[in-house]
Every structure is written in structure tokens, then in C-alpha cells.
């Protein structure tokens, strides 16, 4: 059988695995042996697998392949932000980035792409200067956390005792019950919260014998070391990473059926067993989409909103020709929301584009529906777009006026921008033709 012709078995969900190893004749807890290898395991090749027969190794290798992503590079910020590089088995590359501390002091989170490149063309984010290259796999999209979890673990992070920034997906579980109507909001004060001091949420590593015998690599690149050989591993600790946020390269809505199944298999307890609590995907606007990304998964939703009239969003969101504002928030509102979670509302502030007090006013009414919260994220700027970041002050009077009106408003720290890893920075590190985001007239 050619290489052209094999399944990567990477890309199955459980089900699809246990399909087809039963076409090869085999019972369906083998699927669960080798989805376990390939996902909370790591393992690179069929011949690590040392509870399956040489026999079955040696089939699945004539008929299928598990060919990895690799690391090639790792970037450190100042704050313990790390920004990795991912080699696909195509050759091409996408990033993910790990921010330590994110929503309170030992929670993580992990930034994860669903394609080399966008063809979404918001004009303020360095990603869309690619175009859209390639969709990642659904094993793709989940290898990210797998490489990144080895990595941590031969690299363990210490904290850089800053204070944590609760933008991402933690602050569900434990707050209060969320009042439900415009006069219960208005009576509770807009805030930014700030997690305190807790243990790291770290499972003890694995031994120095153990650890040895891993994988390794130049941090900043290069050739892989050796190849193991074929051995028994433990599987990687889950706390390594807390929350998963697919807020990287690419929209995840336009890649939906892969995006589906990679969190249905990041969640499996065979796989990195992440509750759909602790994942939250991000869009740029695909309106009929957003309904039923809350019927197949219940994860966190977050909408990159960005403007507050069809005039401005038209501009520096073209999606936004196809689904306007109002199209878009009733899709909002026809998202199954579970009690006591909130859509997240991202909102770019770009100076004397978007960041108002009238801007800040009009979000206000058009929020007003929604048990949510709002989070503020001064631009980050690049080479490849024109758009300016406000002044502090601008920031500041912003998120007064949207947290005086009963909103939790946060602005979002830019974690890493230094290495090119805050929002609307990742694609650096890809090779390939880029254009000027002219912003439409």
C-alpha cells in the first residue's frame, strides 16, 4: 500500500478507529490501546505501542500511519509566555502559544491553531497576511496540546510571579450565580477580576530515568535528537495545561467538522481528558455556525465582535458583508448557553477606528441581552497592518463607560508580545508569501 493511500490515524475520532481496526479484524478495546498511544501517550510510531502484538504493529503499519508534528522552534518571553512552532507532517507550520498563570496563579493556558493561515481577512490581525494555506487535521488541531504537554514536562515552567489576567475560560467554573436581567446587571459593579495566590495544578513528573529516555531537542529549533526506542510511557500529566483556547491561527468555525472532532478528542478520558469547561472557541463571526457549535460541544464561546456599527466592522471585517452585526448576535443568542457561563465578547481597540466613548456606549445597548462579559484587547501592532494601539488612558475611559453600565469588562494583557505570540500576532514563523491588510474603503 502507498504512503498516498494510508490513514492517519491521528485524525479519527474513537469511533472512526474502532471502525477501522475492525475492518483489519480487531476488537474494539484495540482501538482504545492505540487512541490512548497516540493522544495522552504521545507516541510517534506503531512500534511504541508495546501492549499491541509485533503482529499488529507490523499490520498497522502496512495500512495506516501516525506520522507526528514536530517542534522546531520555542520562543520565551519575559513572562513565561512561550510561542511554539509546529512542523505538520506536510512540511507546513503552525503556532501555538502556552501562557502561564493566564486566569489565576498554577492555571495555564494553551492557544491552539485550526489552520495554517486564515482566509477570514480581518485587517488588524498578522495571520490574515497568509491567506488561508492549509486546515489542520482534527489530530492536528489536538497534537498541539500533546507536543506542547512533552515539552512542559522536559522543560517544566516555574512561575514569574506576575499577577494573573483572567481573560480566558477558568473564571466559569467557580463564579456566582449571574444575574439574569438589565437591572440585576446594573446594580453589580463592571470589574476587572484578579485571581488569588493558589498551589501550581501540577501532577508530579515522571522519573529522571523516565524523563531521560523522552524525546528531546534544541530549544530553539533544529534537528530532533535521536529517535527512542520503543518503550512503555506514562501517560502526560493533564494539569500541565488547564485551559485550551482556539484562538490561534486560523478561524475554527470555517474548519468545523475537524475542529468538532478534535475536541471531542481532547475531552475523551483516553485522550488529554480536558472538560468542555475548560475549552473556549473563538470566531470571527460565522453566524450559522455558532447555534450549533453549542449543539455539538457545549464549550465556552467567545465572539471577536470589534465594532459597533456594520460601517466600521464592513472595514476592518469583511465577514461582516456577509453577516452583519445583527445576523450575528441573534446567532448569539441562539447559542445554548448552560447556567451560570457567558459568551465572551473580544473587542480590538484600535485608536480613532473603534475605541469611542460612543463606541463604548453602542456596545453597551448592543450587549445588553446577553449574559456575558466583554474583553478589551488594545492592538497588538505588526508590520503588516496600519492600525495604531490607544492610548492607556483611551483604554482606560473605555472599559469605565462598558463597566459602569453592569459589565465585567477585562482588558486583556498582551502576554508574549515581544516573540510575536499576543493576539493577532501568530503566522510569524511561516513561510510563505504575505500582503499589506489594506483596510477597505
Known sequence: ?????????????????????????????????????????????????????????????????????????????????????????????????????????????????????????????????????????????????????????????????????????????????????QAERAASPGRAKSGGPALPDRAPMTSQAERAASPGRAETGGPALPDRAPMTRAPMAPQLIGNVVMMGMGEPLQNYNAVITALHIMGHPLSH??????????????????????????????VSLNATTDEVRDRIMPINKKWNIKALLQACQEFPLAQRRRITFEYVLLADTNDSDEDARRLVRLLRPFRCKVNLIPFNEHPYSTFKRPSRERVARFQSI????????????????????????????????????NVLP
Not at 489536538?142 to 483572567?166: C, F, M, N
Not at 453592569?406 to 504575505?434: H, K, M, N, W, Y
Open 1 to 181: 500500500m502507498t504512503e498516498a493511500a494510508q490513514t492517519d490515524l491521528r485524525q479519527l475520532s474513537l469511533a472512526e478507529l474502532e471502525a477501522f481496526l475492525r475492518e483489519l479484524g480487531q476488537p474494539a478495546y484495540r482501538a482504545q490501546q492505540v487512541f490512548r498511544w497516540l493522544h495522552q501517550r504521545g507516541a510517534r510510531r506503531f512500534e511504541e505501542m508495546t501492549d499491541l502484538s509485533k503482529t499488529l504493529r507490523e499490520t498497522l503499519e502496512a495500512h495506516a500511519t501516525c506520522a507526528p508534528m514536530e517542534i522546531t522552534k520555542v520562543e520565551r518571553a519575559a513572562d513565561g509566555t512561550r510561542k511554539y512552532a509546529l512542523r505538520t507532517a506536510h512540511g507546513d507550520v503552525c503556532e501555538a502559544v502556552f501562557i502561564p498563570d493566564a486566569s489565576a496563579e498554577g492555571r495555564n493556558t494553551l492557544c491552539i491553531s485550526s489552520q495554517v493561515g486564515c482566509a477570514i481577512d480581518c485587517k488588524f490581525c498578522l495571520t490574515a497576511s497568509l491567506g488561508l494555506l492549509r486546515n489542520l487535521g482534527a489530530g492536528e488541531i489536538v497534537e498541539q496540546i500533546t507536543r506542547v504537554k512533552e515539552d512542559l514536562i522536559l522543560h517544566p515552567h516555574k512561575s514569574a510571579g506576575r499577577p494573573a489576567t483572567p481573560d480566558f475560560a477558568d473564571e466559569h467554573e467557580d463564579d456566582p450565580p449571574l444575574p439574569d436581567s
Open 273 to 302: 481528558h480536558i472538560s468542555p469547561r475548560r475549552i473556549t472557541v473563538s470566531t470571527a463571526g460565522l453566524a450559522p455556525r455558532i447555534p450549533r457549535l453549542g449543539q455539538d460541544v457545549p464549550v465556552n464561546l467567545a
Open 402 to 437: 462598558v463597566g459602569e453600565a453592569g459589565f465585567t469588562v477585562l482588558v486583556r494583557t498582551a502576554r508574549g508580545d515581544e516573540i510575536s505570540a499576543a493576539c493577532g500576532q501568530l503566522g510569524a514563523e511561516v513561510d510563505a508569501p504575505r500582503r499589506m491588510l
